[in-house]
């Protein structure tokens, strides 16, 4: 029977590639002569400091843009609430979301049931197994998934006949 996964998953190594682009630009860059601006990840989280809250905006896109330019989707980024840092700067963590999330993967068996496709869906720890009779039912489906609007990068793999 044909089956397919789904899942989300982040080139960290893209990621770093990204940052340290954003920490050259950073320093090269004359809106932010004399700033204390800079990104660092650890693990799954990546830490932004900046002056204020008009750098921390430009640190925003710096890091929409490098995340493109390096083909990782922006939209694997969570952003917490921003913080007061020592000395008049602020702080902002960032999550890397990997995986499909519980909320997530029951919200997505339930757009493909109600479309009364001819397909399973089964929620396997942080990925979805999509199965189905023919090829082209699954291939329906993942042509569906990619029209939703999710706010998380998602991944077909593991396509099998």
Request: glycine share 4%; charged share 40%.
């Amino acid at each position: 029977m044909p089956s397919f996964d789904i899942v989300s998953k982040t080139d960290l190594a893209e990621v770093d590639n990204a940052l340290a682009g954003i920490t050259r630009e950073v320093s090269q860059r004359y809106d932010f002569k004399g700033a204390k601006c800079s990104v660092e990840r650890k693990d799954q989280m990546i830490t932004v400091l900046a002056d204020d809250d008009m750098k921390l905006k430009a640190m925003h896109e710096l890091l929409a843009v490098h995340f493109t330019r390096r083909k990782v989707d922006p939209k694997a980024l969570e952003y917490k609430t921003v913080e007061k840092a020592s000395g008049n700067t602020v702080r902002q963590e960032v999550r890397i979301k990997e995986g499909v999330e519980k909320d997530l993967g029951k919200r997505l068996v339930k757009e493909i049931k109600d479309t009364k496709m001819k397909v399973q869906v089964a929620i396997q720890g942080d990925e979805l197994r999509v199965t189905g009779k023919k090829r082209d039912d699954l291939q329906e489906a993942i042509a569906f998934l990619k029209k939703l609007d999710v706010d998380q990068p998602l991944q077909f793999i593991n396509f099998r006949d």
